[in-house]
């Protein structure tokens, strides 16, 4: 089983739609990342959490929110989805070797 | 915000030849990474430099971490078909192996020819 493991792989949903994606590790880690993927950007951080009660916005949070549920289960959703959220989306957990991403959820607004 | 300039945004290459990529910062980073994804993947370290002036080898990758603090650069040397994939710089302030936030480049998208 893979160390982090995000559903659905893919989506596509129509604009306001409310959606939330899902994360989940086995790793044990505290800390918890998302990250939006677009082509020509890189990766930008949307929201992260160091431990259960830690929620801290990223430089790209507008739009999103997340829930950390339990160490192991941290879920982003967008409350009312609109195209320019069309992206991929990754998940990661850090340990003192770096950080650990899922294979990505690709979203498609409509 | 903290911003890193990877280049080149791609590379057409034969397979064989050597590559190498780098990234600047205006900002000084405390780490340096890089990372490899391949398609339908997320992304995997490759390397990563704590020091400056540190310099690093994977097997044909080797990476380096400047005196500024400011930039790094990653080279593959003699490339083969399974190094296409796309290659991103990443980066943080915080000290050590404790990471924080993560800032990554743009992206280098390779394409190795047979």
């Known amino acids: 089983d893979a160390d982090v493991t995000q559903t659905p792989r893919n989506r596509i949903t129509k604009t306001g739609k409310r959606i939330m994606l899902e994360c989940s590790q086995t790793k044990g880690h505290d800390r918890m990342y998302w990250y939006r993927q677009d082509p020509g950007l890189g990766l930008r951080l949307i929201y992260y959490s160091f431990d259960v009660k830690d929620i801290n916005k990223g430089e790209i949070s507008d739009g999103y929110s997340v829930s950390r549920q339990a160490q192991a289960k941290f879920s982003l959703s967008l409350e009312s989805a609109i195209p320019n959220q069309t992206a991929l989306y990754f998940c990661?957990?850090?340990?003192?070797?770096?950080?650990?991403f899922g294979s990505g959820t690709r979203l498609t607004v409509v | 915000g903290q911003q890193l300039n990877q280049s080149p945004q791609s590379m057409f290459i034969q397979e064989g030849e050597d590559v190498s990529m780098n990234c600047t910062s205006s900002?000084?980073?405390?780490?340096w990474l890089w990372y490899k994804q391949d398609p339908g993947e997320g992304p995997v370290l490759l390397i990563a430099l704590y020091k400056a002036g540190e310099l690093t080898s994977n097997g044909r990758l080797t990476a380096q971490f400047g005196i500024t603090r400011k930039d790094s650069f990653l080279n593959i040397s003699a490339s083969i078909p399974s190094d296409v994939g796309i290659y991103f710089c990443?980066?943080?302030?915080?000290?050590?192996?404790?990471?924080?936030?993560?800032?990554f480049g743009q992206g280098t998208i390779l394409t190795v020819h047979p």
């Open positions: 990443a980066g943080h302030t915080a000290g050590g192996t404790s990471y924080g936030k993560l800032t």
């Open positions: 990661a957990t850090e340990s003192d070797y770096g950080y650990t």
């Open positions: 900002s000084i980073f405390n780490t």
